[in-house]
Structure formats: structure tokens, C-alpha cells
């Protein structure tokens, strides 16, 4: 069956980076986009951006370019999303989501990882 | 403030139907499918709806989607329990080139 394993919880000081990774399994990986989606405390699903799995291309929210990089292991099944110098705004849970494109909708999620941005 | 509108809460008792609108414009809803989530906290989102009123393979037919012009609306009937959660629909923004989400509703079952 499909499957998104994600990574643990983290905790990072402001002004650092985190890097959250997302395994795949149960599916051709490079067949799929993976969208990353967050929900920081209180709020809603704010979509980061997409990658295309088999070649890498990617597209970001205009609210996080720059400071957001997705990437993928092709050998690993794995994604990953990057974001850089992080604020206490950027505490939440982060969400990989497998979709056909980032245009339709993702019919498989991660549970989540959590990272906490606080000194 | 999200690109598309919902409810911040709708509520209904065992039995009943209940209605969740998503109200957006041109570039998202009305040339786009929309999407339907269903998010239990802690948990991973659901796929409810797809391409507007499509459910995806063990979603309940007491769940429905549909879409008119620049709105869409989540329908489910025979409210039970287990349908508390949160409820987001989503669409592909072509102004933006991004996925968007509505504020989400939270549906409780008094």
C-alpha cells in the first residue's frame, strides 16, 4: 500500500535551517509530483510548493521563495523539503502529499512532522 | 486571509445534512477542479472529494461534492460521529500558479 514515512519532530533556534525528509513506498516514486502542505498551531493547510519526483522540477509559493528548496534521493524514494532561516511563524507541521500534479489533488498523505522554531 | 472562503464552523446533529460552501473566483474554483480534505488533528488529511465531485474509492457516498461558476459546496447527509473534523476544500490558482486552500470548517456533531 502507499506510503509517505516522514522524519521526527524537530527543534531548531530562529535564523537556522531544517531539513524534513519524506519516504516513499508502495508506488512507482517517479511517477508522482510530492506537494509539501503545513498547518502551523491554530490554523490552516497552507500549501510550500511541489516537485516533479522524476526530474526534479520544482515550484514554490510565492510566500516562501527563497527560502524554501525541495529536492529527492531518486535511489531512496525520498523527498525533501528545506527551509531556511527560520521564525517562530514557521513552527507547524509539515505534510508530504503525493499528487499527478500539483494542479490535482494529493490522494496520499505523510502524518506529519512537527518542527518547533524557538530559543 | 485565504483565497477562498469557508465557514469557520458548521454544526448539525446525528442524522442530519449539513453543507460546507467554498466560495472563490475565476482563477481557482470556476476553471479549476476542487478538492476536498477531511483533517482529523494529528492525523493526515483525507482525500474526500476529487475533480469536484468525484469520491475516491472507501469515501462514504453520504459525502458529496459539487461546483457552480466560481463556488463549491461539501454536502454530507446522514451526519454521524465520526465526521467531526476539520474540512478544507483546495484548487489550483492559475493567477498564483499555486494550490490554495480554503480556511477550512470545522464540523461538529452536537
Known amino acids: 500500500q502507499v506510503q509517505l514515512e516522514q522524519s521526527g519532530a524537530e527543534m531548531k533556534k530562529p535564523g537556522a535551517s531544517v531539513k524534513v525528509s519524506c519516504k516513499a513506498s508502495?508506488?512507482?516514486?517517479?511517477?508522482?509530483?510530492i506537494n509539501w502542505v503545513r498547518q502551523a498551531p491554530g490554523q490552516g493547510l497552507e500549501w510550500l510548493g511541489w516537485?516533479?519526483?522524476?526530474?526534479?522540477?520544482?515550484g514554490y509559493a510565492r510566500k516562501f521563495r527563497g527560502r524554501v528548496t525541495m529536492t529527492r534521493d531518486i535511489s531512496l524514494m525520498t523527498a525533501y523539503l528545506e527551509v531556511t532561516s527560520l521564525t517562530s511563524e514557521d513552527t507547524a507541521t509539515y505534510y508530504c502529499?503525493?499528487?499527478?500534479?500539483?494542479?490535482?489533488?494529493?490522494?496520499?498523505w505523510g502524518l506529519g512532522t512537527l518542527v518547533i522554531v524557538s530559543s | 486571509q485565504s483565497v477562498m472562503t469557508q465557514p469557520p464552523s458548521v454544526s448539525g446533529t446525528p442524522g442530519q445534512r449539513i453543507t460546507i460552501s467554498c466560495s472563490g473566483s475565476?482563477?481557482?474554483?470556476?476553471?479549476?477542479?476542487v478538492y476536498w480534505y477531511q483533517h482529523v488533528p494529528g492525523t493526515a488529511p483525507k482525500l474526500l472529494i476529487s475533480?469536484?465531485?468525484q469520491r475516491p474509492s472507501g469515501v462514504p457516498d453520504r459525502f458529496s461534492g459539487s461546483k457552480s461558476g466560481a463556488s463549491a459546496s461539501l454536502a454530507i447527509s446522514g451526519l454521524r460521529a465520526e465526521d467531526e473534523a476539520d474540512y478544507y476544500c483546495a484548487a489550483w490558482d492559475d493567477r498564483l500558479s499555486e494550490q490554495v486552500f480554503g480556511g477550512g470548517t470545522k464540523v461538529t456533531v452536537l
Open positions: 475565476h482563477s481557482n474554483i470556476e476553471i479549476n477542479y
Open positions: 502529499a503525493r499528487s499527478v500534479t500539483p494542479a490535482l489533488g494529493s490522494d496520499f
Open positions: 475533480r469536484n465531485d
Open positions: 508502495g508506488y512507482t516514486f517517479t511517477n508522482y509530483d
Open positions: 516537485m516533479n519526483a522524476n526530474s526534479g522540477n520544482t
